[in-house]
Structure formats: C-alpha cells, structure tokens
C-alpha cells in the first residue's frame, strides 16, 4: 500500500514515518533511513519528526558529525535541543548536555508540552547524575514530579537510571541489586535502549570500583545489547571509563575525536572514585571547657593538695 501511493498524502506520510520506525525498531536501520528521508524531503506536518529521526539514526549509528549537523537544523518541532543533549553526554561533555536539556524543557514549558518536559528534565537528571550527586539528586526529584499523571515508562526508567548513576562506586548503594530489577523491569517493558544505557552505567559503577572483573561482564553484557549495531559505541565509552584498550577498532566518529573523549569519561571516574573515598568531614569537636560572661575560658581550679 505504501509502495503504491494509493493513500492520500496526509496518510501517505503517517505510513511511511511509522514504518520507518518500525524499521528501526526491528534493526533495519538502512530501510528506516530511506523511509524517514523520503518524509523529510516530502516537507509535510511530519517532516520535523522525521529529520529528528535520521539524526537519531545517525548517532545510534554512532556518526556524530552527521548527527550534529542534523540536529542544529531541525529547530524546536523537530526537539533540536534535546537531540543535542543526546549527542554531547556519549561525548562525556555532561556540562554541554545538561545546558541542551535544559534549554529543551524551558521550550517545552513554553509551548506547554508536559510529556516533553518530562524528557529532557529525565535525561538532564541523566547527565549530571556522573558529574555532581548532590546536584543530581534535586534534578532526579523534579524528573519525578514532571512524570506524575503521565505514562512514560521509558522516562520513568531513566530517572531510576539517574539515581543508580548517582549512587556508582558506594559499597553502600546495592547498586548490582537494583540494576537487576531495573533490567528485568526494562525487558519486560521492553525498552531495549533503557536496557542499554543501564549497562553502561552499571559499567561506570563497576569502573568507579574499580572491579576488574565486573568491568569485563559489564562489558560482555553491552556487547550483547548493541550485537545488532545500534549503540555499539558504548562499548568504547566502557573501555575509555575503564581506561582500557579497546579490543577491535571502532567505527565510531566522535566529534572532537577519540582520546579527547576518552579523557573526558576517564576524568568523571577519576572524580566519582576521589568523591568516594574522600573521608567524611570529621564534626567539630564539642569546647567542654566553661566560659565566663565575657566569652573567655574560666581557669581551672588548681588541684588540691595534701
């Protein structure tokens, strides 16, 4: 039916961007491409949603640049400031993202999109949950109260995400334990990507840790999750947490390269890693000498004697 433009245009269009996303979804990846092209060029009510679809390929993909140069076209309609924020935080330029997600949400308070809004608060309390705890946990409690009354259980699962990232590298945190419900929860939902950006921060855990061999499982199971091609750049970004060589060449094309992002995903362990194990600040010690009215220690009273 599609093949043949027998439907009208309006309709048309809806069928090929939803194939498309099927496509996509089923890992037919150079089909999705076409089919979100050709309602691109078609320049129709779906046009934006489509070109947010060929940069989202493009990074899923791992080409950046392309994903980039799509992104700063495509405008509010298109949600170019949350598609930015997608591609500086695999970049480990969590600053960056969070400043994208944010100027994503203040347009969707703007044009009163609260499911919108409830994204890019899920995915800025994403990114600062591997720079600053304190800071995400406030970021984590606003995610929450923009999802009450909605049903998005993907952005549900990235706020819960968030707080496990929050909470990497504290022996304290049962983080092993709650990444297992998380990924039951996520393939039952069967939200693949949720699955996928969990292992990666169950790999950032396991780095903070320094666990040698957690990092090798964490890295087995994301090669299982991204085996399809999509996301396989993750498994770089657990290398580079890990400070580890990569096993085979990647064909990821990062925007200002390799060892610059590497360095910056080393630096967020390095810094979660110190954070842990910094010694809590000892509490003042309690003065139990008395003071006279005029705030000066009253002198003791000299030991008896005899």
Not at 13 to 41: C, P, T
Not at 253 to 274: F, H, I, Q, S
Request: with cysteine; net charge negative; charged share 20%.
């Amino acid at each position: 039916m599609v093949d043949a433009n027998l439907l009208p245009t309006s309709l048309q269009e809806m069928s090929i961007y939803y194939l498309a996303n099927a496509q996509r979804d089923l890992g037919d990846s150079a089909a999705s491409r076409r089919s979100m092209q050709r309602v691109a060029d078609g320049d129709g009510r779906l046009a934006p949603a489509a070109r947010r679809g060929l940069a989202h390929l493009a990074r899923l993909a791992g080409d950046f640049p392309t994903a980039l140069r799509t992104a700063r076209t495509l405008g509010w309609e298109g949600r170019g400031h949350r598609v930015e924020g997608d591609l500086w935080w695999v970049q480990g330029d969590m600053e960056r993202a969070a400043t994208a997600y944010e100027a994503a949400r203040a347009e969707a308070e703007e044009h009163g999109i609260a499911g919108e809004r409830a994204i890019c608060q899920a995915q800025r309390a994403f990114t600062l949950a591997f720079t600053d705890p304190d800071i995400a946990a406030e970021e984590i409690d606003l995610a929450e109260q923009l999802l009450t009354g909605l049903n998005q259980r993907a952005t549900s699962l990235t706020v819960r995400i968030a707080a496990l990232v929050r909470n990497a590298g504290r022996p304290s945190a049962q983080v092993d334990d709650r990444a297992q419900l998380l990924r039951a929860e996520a393939q039952v939902a069967g939200v693949v990507a949720a699955e996928a950006i969990l292992g990666l921060g169950v790999a950032f855990h396991c780095a903070v840790a320094n666990d040698h061999d957690q990092i090798t499982a964490s890295i087995n199971r994301l090669r299982t999750l991204t085996q399809g091609g999509a996301h396989a750049y993750y498994i770089d970004i657990a290398h580079f947490m890990a400070d580890q060589p990569l096993a085979e060449p990647s064909t990821a094309r990062w925007l200002d390269g390799a060892e610059p992002t590497r360095r910056r995903w080393r630096a967020l362990v390095t810094a979660r890693r110190n954070l842990v194990l910094q010694p809590p600040e000892a509490e003042p010690q309690e003065n139990t000498q008395p003071w006279n009215v005029v705030g000066s220690p009253v002198p003791c009273a000299p030991a008896l004697t005899g």
